[in-house]
């Protein structure tokens, strides 16, 4: 069976400083799946986020230009290459032969919907590589426009028929309110995603210009993601990731589509 794991940008760099990796909790979650890879031998597909490298550029550009001309496309795609690098680097010298594509090259939104060419993901997969993608921008009929990475690893996850698509988020699941304004906040520990789409009410959750959680969670009902345990898991607690990789006990939420 695939796993698809999507490691949040929040979780892999510090979202506030420009540029800024989170090299030891980044090295520690690649352990953790360095660690289950050899162990089983499952097929992984890696998809990170773009945190202080591809937002960080998106951002900055469209304040200054209000769009993303070439130039801002030539720098995020820089940016997310620096930090699929980095992810790369460290992946290979825990032992995964890991590979990165680049969304870019196999990818559109046109009208709004994501098309992407996904043929080299399954002929890599099938020769033993962990490839690695990330939120990227890409080509579209509105000129250029960023694919976040929540919405590739969905895509993934339907298209390569994943039995289980693994968030990795700054928070420990998913919540009946934002944990982060409010201390009561219970954590939902396993549901339907039509049931706690239900429980999350749009404004409490706008974390960040991708949609923060429910828009996370919703994505995977639009795209029409089906048959697939989807785990929602706090990426800073040590052998969290390794707990949910290989069993439902871990910390976070398990949502089924
Ligand atoms: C964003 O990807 C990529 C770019 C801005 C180019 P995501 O939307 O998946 O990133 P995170 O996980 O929220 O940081």
Redo the contacts with the bound molecule.
Sequence with gaps: MLKVV??????I?F?ESYKNLRKDVLSRLLKEIAQYYLETGTCIVL?????S???A??SECLKRVGYIDPSCYAA?AD??DQLSGFVRGIAIELGLPAVSIAPRSVCTISSGSTVCNLDVFRKLISRGLVPIT????VYSDKGFE????????WLLTRELEAGELIFVTDVDGVYDRDPKLDSSARLIREALARDVLGYLTESLFQA???GGMRGKLLEGLRLGVRGVKVKVVGGFIEGNLYKALVSDSFRGSIIWY
């Design positions: 999507k490691l949040g940008g929040a979780v760099t979202k998809v990170h986020g773009g945190g490298f591809g937002h550029v998106v995020t940016a997310m990330y939120g990227d921008v960023v694919l976040s990475g929540d919405t590739l690893a960040d210009v991708t």
